[in-house]
């Protein structure tokens, strides 16, 4: 039976909601909107199982943009990577589930959050696996805003250089940042042109659209790593949150909350 993505990352998008007005902590915005890249991943293109088991030819995902924890963690958690339940712990003390994701949780390849850092081990990896395993993959999520890291264009240009076509990174393009507009903060555009310049294939994608999302993620060219522009809304599936830099890191009050999980239920029911 064909797998409804769009309804699976609005129902992901509830748990999000809950983990983060219960515990009064977390991203809300960018994992809103980076959930049909998860789902996309997740439910689709990666083999899951492989994952699971550990095996050394699986694919690897990095969640560079590590603050969009919750997101990830219910998408691993109803991978059955650990027990639902174990949301209800996200950020509770002694919990696994921080607010950054750490390799102590199954499924976790690395600890992420300080940003700027995911695509650099991103790179590593995908050098390893080309040479062992050269039909596994690498996919890296970044944010936009993390683009303002050096870091980011230095293995750009490892990428581009080493052929790394395993290698596939994905830039939540939702153009906020917990300071305001990325063009503003630090301008980006023309970044198509820019990422074909080092040497990549790029696609623009619709980044909330899990389906669309699958069909870039699995396109290949060989010897040029491959780099998605995911065009998504910051705070997507409720205009309370939608396109607002300040739901960066908000917490819904519980009048925000129950508007905002009308809106994710009513996007559940009509997907």
């Not at 992901?12 to 009064?24: F, P, T």
């Not at 830099?245 to 508007?259: C, D, L, N, R, S």
Request: proline content about 5%; some cysteine; hydrophobic content about 40%.
């Amino acid at each position: 039976m064909e797998l409804n993505l769009r309804k699976i990352a609005f129902q992901r998008r509830l748990e999000v909601l809950d983990m983060v007005y219960n515990h009064k902590s977390g991203h809300i915005g960018g994992s809103m909107s980076c959930m049909d890249t998860l789902v996309a991943l997740y439910y689709k293109v990666m083999d899951v199982d492989k994952i699971h088991r550990g095996d050394p030819d699986r694919d690897r995902f990095i969640l560079s943009k590590g603050h969009c924890a919750e997101a990830y963690y219910t998408v691993l958690a109803d991978k059955g990577f650990f027990p639902k339940e174990e949301l209800d712990t996200f950020t509770v003390f002694k919990t696994h589930l921080a607010e950054h994701p750490t390799y102590k949780i199954p499924g976790v390849e690395v600890a992420t959050g300080a940003l700027g850092h995911g695509l650099p081990i991103g790179v590593g990896m995908a050098i390893g696996l080309k040479k062992q395993y050269p039909n596994a993959s690498v996919y890296v999520l970044m944010g936009d805003g993390e683009q303002a890291e050096g870091s980011i264009w230095e293995a750009y240009m490892a990428a581009a250089k080493y052929k790394l076509d395993n290698l596939v990174c994905i830039i939540d393009r939702n153009k906020l940042q917990i300071s305001g507009g990325t063009e503003e903060v630090m301008p980006l555009e023309n970044f198509e042109d820019k990422l074909e310049a080092f040497g990549f294939h790029v696609i623009k994608c619709p980044g909330n659209d899990g389906e669309a999302m699958a069909e870039a993620l699995t396109t290949r060219v060989p010897g040029k790593p491959l780099a998605i522009i995911a065009e998504t809304i910051k705070g997507y599936g409720s205009p309370v949150m939608e396109d607002k830099a300040p739901w960066h890191h908000a917490i819904p009050t519980a009048e925000q909350y129950e508007e905002i999980k009308r809106d994710l239920m009513k996007a559940v029911e009509e997907a």
